[in-house]
């Protein structure tokens, strides 16, 4: 649940489950916090599980099983993934060096299984796994304004600038750790780690003292990444191999063997995945896994859709094993028209590293 569901309901928040954790659907108005955060600055309490791993060999383990390099110093994350042996991704997650130890921020379902697996794993290797999820409150800061509401905040010198950075500091009485985020908004963005003591404190200084920001939910998220062009782990990236969904940006095709490797090196190789994830135009909006026609040829289906608030028209997210100018969407037994467009859908103030690449 919600590290702060009190509060949320003090703002008016609606809830909803979400991979197994319940979360801020939204504060009454989605909408209107979406264009707050396009167009000055929101906060959100992200939603995710995290792992803690300890021991002299924490860096070599992991780096031996997921999809990207671990960093090696303190201050340093990367985006990367878990794959089957078939290549297909089973979890995506950042991997943060906290000095001793490694964090690993995952979808929120997905911390439990993710140890199991790992502790059965664990022969002579110094490596010790713990959940650590309910220690812990993370809020995102999205938005053009993000630096300067921070800025607003800190006593100090402005927030890290490299993607998936860190630094730690003070907020109000509080001890945090500043996170740059990878933009999945398509908007400057940062994470703020606290304890789950510190919670209450930390997501009031965030609204409410500085400069304002406005509290928004997960459905506002889920419109912010799909403008951004954004793969998440729910709709478009679970079971899928990350070279269809263009995530180069979780693969380091120079490291060691891990799970999965050999299938992501051979289709890289062969210049083209099965398929790719384009941006759609529908004239209505879709329901996900709404398939999608060249004719009477089914190439693929949607992966998520809704009404864009910034360019106030359905847009749409989708797989699809061939790319052409005219396409149709089934929508309630119907064939509407959609058209490719280029992703992202908006520009915002940072391009989000997720953003789907074919190179």
């Known amino acids: ?18 991979n197994g954790r319940r979360v801020v659907e939204h504060y009454g108005r989605p909408e209107r916090a979406h264009h707050a955060v396009r167009n000055g600055v929101g906060v959100i309490e992200a939603a ?33 993934l878990l794959l089957d042996p078939q290549g297909r991704i089973e979890t995506e997650l950042y991997v943060y060096n906290a000095g001793s130890r490694l964090l690993l921020f995952t979808p929120p379902g997905e911390a439990a299984s993710l140890v199991d697996d790992w502790s059965g794993k664990i022969f002579i290797e110094d490596v010790e796994l713990s959940i650590v999820t309910d220690e812990f409150a993370v809020f995102g800061v999205h938005g053009p304004a993000a630096t300067e509401k921070l800025a607003s905040v800190l006593p100090r010198d402005e927030p890290p600038a490299e993607p998936l950075t860190f630094d730690r500091v003070a907020l109000a009485d509080a ?19 606290c304890t789950a ?7 009031d200084t965030l609204l409410t003292r500085g400069s304002n920001a406005a509290p928004f939910g ?14 998440l782990f729910a709709s478009e990236l679970d079971g899928r191999i990350p070279n269809a969904a263009g995530i180069r940006n979780a693969l380091d095709f120079e490291k060691g063997c891990y799970v999965g490797q050999e299938v992501v090196s051979r289709i890289e190789n062969l210049g083209r995945p099965p398929e790719r994830l384009v941006g759609l135009l529908p004239e209505r909006v879709p329901d996900p896994g709404a398939a999608v026609f060249d004719g009477e040829r089914a190439l693929g289906e949607v992966t998520r859709a809704a009404e864009s ?15 052409v100018g005219e396409l149709t969407v089934r929508v309630d037994g ?26």
């Not at 001890?175 to 780690?193: H, M, N, Q």
């Open 309 to 323: 608030p910034t360019r106030d028209e359905p847009i749409a997210l989708a797989a699809l094993d061939e790319e």
């Open 48 to 80: 995710y599980g995290i792992v803690s791993i300890e021991g002299d060999d924490r860096v070599g383990f992991v780096d031996n099983v997921v999809s990207n390099a671990v960093p090696r110093e303190d201050g340093q994350g990367t985006y990367a």
């Open 197 to 203: 003591a510190d919670a209450a404190e930390v997501f």
């Open 1 to 18: 649940m919600s590290v702060l569901e009190g509060v949320h309901e003090d703002h008016g928040a609606t809830f909803v489950e979400f």
């Open 175 to 193: 001890g945090v750790t500043l996170v740059r985020t990878d933009a999945p908004t398509g908007e400057k963005g940062y994470e703020v780690v």
């Open 334 to 359: 119907e064939e509407v028209a959609a058209t490719i467009e280029e992703l992202p859908f908006v520009e915002g103030s940072e391009r989000s590293a997720r953003l789907p690449d074919y190179r």
């Open 218 to 231: 997960h459905r506002t998220w889920g419109t912010l990444t799909l403008e951004a062009g954004t793969p």
